[in-house]
C-alpha cells in the first residue's frame, strides 16, 4: 500500500481496520476482540491470501453500493463460484431483498435466490480471478455485511415500534490482537 499511512484505513476480506506501523511490504493494525468475534480474521494464517482494498476516495465516482468495512457476521460457502451461494442464518435474512446488495469478503454483490437462511450471488470471471471469491469452497468462513440502509431502516422501524433498539452495540474492552499485512 504505497500511498497508505499510519492511521489510514484499510480493509482485509471487507474489515475496516486502521494502519498503526508500516514499512516496506509490511503494515500492521490492532485487531479487538469484536472484531475477531464478527470476522474471519482470527483464521487467517500467514501467507494466506485476503482481498485488501483501500476506502474509496469522496472526490471519485461512486460504482457500487455503499460498503462501509463494518462487518456483521461470518457466513458459510454452501456452495462455490460461479454460483456462489452463502449461508448466514434464518435470523438475518430480513435485511436481504432478491437484487439487494450484499458484500462477501469485501467484494460487494447483489443477491438473488433467497431462502430460509441463505442467498446467492454470480461472481463473474473478472470477480474470481482478482477476488479471494474464486478460491473460496465449500465450509469456507467469508465475512458478510448487510446493506448498511436495511440496518437503518431495521433501527428506526423496530425504535418506533417500541420493541427497543435491535444491534446496539455493545462494549468491548479486551485484549487486543494484531493483524500484519505484507506486501507479495
Do not use: Y
Request: hydrophobic share 40%; charged share 20%; with cysteine.
Amino acid at each position: 500500500m504505497v500511498d497508505s499511512s499510519v492511521g489510514a484505513s484499510l480493509a482485509v476480506n471487507g474489515c475496516c481496520l486502521t494502519v498503526v506501523q508500516l514499512g516496506t511490504g509490511w503494515w500492521e493494525a490492532d485487531v479487538s476482540e469484536e472484531t475477531f468475534a464478527r470476522t474471519n480474521l482470527g483464521t487467517l494464517s500467514a501467507g494466506d491470501p485476503v482481498n485488501l482494498e483501500r476506502p474509496m476516495s469522496a472526490d471519485g465516482r461512486f460504482s457500487g453500493h455503499i460498503v462501509l468495512g463494518h462487518v456483521d457476521m461470518v457466513g458459510e460457502v454452501v456452495a462455490p463460484a460461479p454460483a456462489l451461494r452463502v449461508r448466514i442464518g434464518s435470523e438475518h435474512m430480513h435485511l436481504l431483498v432478491e437484487k439487494g446488495s450484499i458484500t462477501v469478503d469485501g467484494v460487494s454483490l447483489t443477491a438473488f435466490g433467497l431462502d430460509h437462511d441463505s442467498f446467492e450471488v454470480a461472481v463473474i470471471p473478472h470477480t474470481a480471478s482478482v477476488t479471494t471469491l474464486g478460491a473460496r469452497r465449500r465450509g469456507d468462513k467469508v465475512n458478510i455485511e448487510m446493506d448498511v440502509l436495511a440496518k437503518h431502516v431495521e433501527r428506526l422501524l423496530a425504535s418506533r415500534s417500541g420493541r427497543g433498539a435491535s444491534g446496539v452495540a455493545k462494549s468491548s474492552r479486551g485484549a487486543l490482537g494484531k493483524f500484519i499485512g505484507r506486501r507479495r
